[in-house]
């Protein structure tokens, strides 16, 4: 199976073969690929507990909503936590920055993430369940207060094929990003008059994949900064018209701008 087929077919999985256990053997493959995942400065502060006997399945059981207890019939379950104060902090317990053990959660989830891909490619169904009684699980597994409880995901063999939802377009997710970025490098090379062609590709692209206009007062606005400068005006002009219709908000546009 290669790594797309992986990344396209795993689902979220709310239904599992009775007839058909998960063993020690394979979370344990499962825990491995995880470790594989990056962290923050190799701290590794991710931790499972993985409940594959009938007894620590009910343990766990108890501890979550009886949704997800349908949701997770017949499967095994790994409860994932992470070390506090660890990901994200300097030796002395200071964080490194604002984000602080946000950093602790990100890259469990990161390890998650490789957890449940090889999941898949093992022919395994996932389900990553984030409402679940954090104390009670603490409790019942013994987890130290050195760490976090942050979700329990469900493992089994599918009983079902979900079809996948759906899913938003690249473009949604970093076309703003980049056409910003594209613009303020344009831009400088036009006013300083070292144009080229890589400048009017990009403008191009941008040109013929982008909607309408969204907004006159920025028409308006764009127009008047036109007007400062009439030595580049064509140049300007340009560039007007192809920001009028990205999809822009109107403040990171007069943010640009200004």
């Known amino acids: ?32 690929s995880a470790i594989y995942a990056p962290s923050w400065k190799n ?11 009938e007894q620590g399945i009910e343990k ?20 994932t936590t992470f070390v506090s104060n660890r990901s994200g ?24 993430e490789n957890l449940v891909l090889k999941a898949y490619e093992m022919g395994l169904g996932t389900l990553i369940m984030g409402i679940r009684d954090g104390d009670a699980l603490r409790s019942v597994l013994n987890i130290p207060d050195t760490e976090t ?6 493992v089994g063999y599918p009983a079902a094929s979900p079809e996948m939802p759906k899913r938003k377009s690249p473009s949604t997710l970093s076309a703003g990003l980049i056409n910003i970025q594209l613009y303020r490098i344009s831009v400088d090379a036009f006013q300083n008059k ?23 007062k920025i028409l308006f606005v764009a127009f ?28 990171e546009f007069f943010n640009i701008l200004d």
């Open 224 to 251: 008047v900064k036109i007007l400062e400068n009439a030595e580049v005006f064509v140049i300007n002009l340009f560039i007007c018209r192809i920001w009028m219709i990205c999809s822009l908000n109107r403040d």
């Open 149 to 154: 409880v942050v979700s329990v995901i469900a």
């Open 194 to 216: 070292k144009a080229t062609k890589s400048n009017l590709v990009a403008f191009i692209f941008i040109f013929l994949s982008v909607s309408a206009v969204k907004n006159f």
């Open 60 to 79: 766990v059981k108890s501890c979550l909503p009886e949704f997800n207890v349908k949701n997770s019939q017949n499967a095994a379950l790994i409860v």
């Open 1 to 32: 199976m290669n790594f797309d087929s992986v990344l396209e077919g795993r689902r979220s999985v709310r239904a599992y073969d009775e007839n058909k256990k998960v063993t020690s053997e394979q979370v344990e493959q499962l825990v491995q």
């Open 89 to 112: 902090f300097n030796r002395d317990g200071s964080p490194d920055n604002e984000c602080a053990n946000g950093w602790g959660y990100y890259d469990l989830g990161l390890h998650n």
């Open 43 to 53: 701290s590794q502060t991710a931790r499972y507990y993985c409940a594959v006997s």
